[in-house]
């Protein structure tokens, strides 16, 4: 059943009240015309509940704006949603990625994530390639997908609103990797799911990092906000050297702040029963909040990203398949991924809106039961990084 304005109705009732669906929710498919944003692909999702957001099909079927009844979810930065044919992935020492972050969600990796590195090339037997060097946060982020299909499927009387498409991190002598990304959202409802797939469509042995930066802005980001997480253990902080020199600790969200630099954290987070880890922001003030659900077999590592600065202000809610210490940290444990012809890996991730108050104090109940976090805003990192098991070596 379909619960749409109040009112639960079958898909015969509804579609008694209209001559098509999209007079309250579907996706569409149109293409931006101007300023940087010319010519990329987006699908338009409205689930009737007040959620709506777009899909960047020319940008690795990643979400852009998210909004929530007229209230803004997603980060918009000043880079805007740029089209890939202006990306420079090499530019600015490997900083050129910041020029197309924008959005509630970029994808990261897909053989790389975090900052620049160079990796030794062996391991795909081409003499003149000595090394793979990689700017921050990989290359997938700005590839153009492959769209396989989009639109409204219909089981019984449930809905579903759906897209699927094939992104491909590809070269000779090198990675050919696949990203194959089905994104689904009930009519009615207020969750966004990702379904991924990474594939390893070539017969070199190649490594695999995946992480999203989910980026959350104002107004669920407000002075007084709180970042919600069954935190067990803090693990870094890259300010750890003056880790209260902005008076800004993990757990609450400050006023924009001028000259603001970023801070970014890892914790350890603890799973429940059925092995997920859930992290909120929520506005208890405006009884508004985002929830982010992942698998802790699938990401394992959780960031939080805090970029706080004035025209800037976002927080990030970041799951990861490997610690923040990067590439060489993960090879020297035997945590790095490798996936041989065929292989893959899947991730399973939930964005939830939080629309009211009642359902605020809901997923804080949930998290806390599962593990109630620090009360304090500074605990110092310990720096006891746990094992990440099952990694090929």
């Known amino acids: 059943m379909v619960t749409l304005f109040g009112e639960t109705m079958t898909r015969r009732a509804l579609a008694e009240r209209t001559g098509s669906l999209s007079q309250f929710a579907g996706v569409r498919l149109s293409t931006l015309g101007d300023g940087v944003e010319r010519g ?48 420079d992935y090499e530019g600015e020492g490997g900083l050129g990625w910041f020029r197309s972050m924008s959005g509630l ?32 946060h990989g290359r997938v982020g700005t590839v153009p997908a492959r769209l396989t299909g989009y639109g409204e499927q219909w089981d019984g009387d449930t809905c579903v609103l759906w897209a699927e498409g094939i992104v491909q991190q590809s070269t000779v002598f090198g990675e050919d990797l696949h990203l194959i990304r089905r994104i689904e959202a009930d009519v009615g409802g207020d969750e966004i799911r990702l379904h991924d797939r990474v594939v390893n469509h ?15 802005g104002h107004p669920v980001l407000a002075e007084g906000a709180r970042y919600v997480a069954p935190i067990r253990e803090v693990l870094w902080a890259a300010h750890e050297g003056d880790y209260r020199g902005q008076g800004v600790g993990y ?12 801070q970014v954290w890892q914790h350890d987070m603890a799973a429940d029963a059925h092995g997920r880890v859930n992290v909120a922001l929520v506005n208890e003030a405006l009884g508004f909040g985002f929830e982010v659900e992942t698998l802790k077999s699938q990401f394992p590592a959780m960031y939080e990203w805090q970029n706080f600065h004035a025209g800037h202000y976002a927080l990030g809610i970041e799951p990861s398949t490997n610690h923040v ?32 108050s009642a359902a605020v104090a809901d997923a804080v109940a949930r998290i806390e039961a599962v593990q109630r976090q620090p009360d304090e805003d500074y605990p110092q990192p310990t720096g006891n990084f746990p094992e990440i098991a099952g990694r090929a070596s």
């Not at 042995?205 to 999203?212: D, K, L, S, V």
């Not at 924009?256 to 970023?262: A, D, K, M, S, Y």
């Not at 090879?331 to 939930?350: A, F, N, P, S």
Request: charged share 25%; glycine share 10%.
């Open 325 to 356: 210490l990067g590439k060489d940290f993960a090879r020297e444990r035997g945590e790095l991924i490798w996936l041989e012809h065929g292989e893959e890996r899947q991730y399973d991730t939930v964005l939830r809106i939080l629309p009211g």
């Open 202 to 216: 070539g017969f070199y042995r190649t490594p695999h990092m995946y992480c999203y930066h989910i980026n959350v």
């Open 251 to 262: 757990r609450t969200a400050p006023a924009p702040i001028r000259n603001f630099h970023e």
């Open 105 to 136: 969600n970029i994808t990261c990796g897909l053989d790389h994530t975090l900052f620049m590195h160079d990796d030794p090339a062996g391991h795909y037997h081409y003499g003149p390639r000595q090394k793979v060097s990689s700017s921050l």
């Open 40 to 87: 990329n692909r987006l699908l338009e999702f409205r689930t009737g509940t007040g959620l709506r957001f777009t899909v960047l099909v020319d940008r690795a079927m990643d979400i852009a704006e998210c909004e929530h009844a007229g209230r803004s979810v997603g980060w918009h930065s000043p880079s805007g949603f740029r089209h890939p044919s202006l990306h």
